[in-house]
């Protein structure tokens, strides 16, 4: 049971280096342009919680 437990320790490093690796792909190196054009146009990237907190305050 031990060697299974330290099999599946290594395995989620594994994962989490290569996590890591395709974050720094995708957002330092600019690979997808479109990605980024699609999160700015959603608004993910914008904080505007004040937009959010005057929504909700009127409601109220």
């Known amino acids: 049971m031990k ?3 330290r099999i ?3 395995i989620a490093i ?3 280096v290569f ?3 395709a974050q720094l792909f995708f957002h330092e190196f600019n690979a997808f342009p479109e990605l980024k054009q699609i999160t700015q146009y ?5 904080n505007n919680h004040s937009e959010v907190l005057n929504s909700i305050r009127s409601k109220e």
Do not use: M, N, R
């Open 42 to 46: 959603e608004g993910v990237t914008d």
């Open 3 to 5: 060697s299974f437990e």
């Open 19 to 21: 996590l890591i690796i």
């Open 8 to 10: 599946l320790i290594k």
């Open 14 to 16: 594994i994962q989490f």
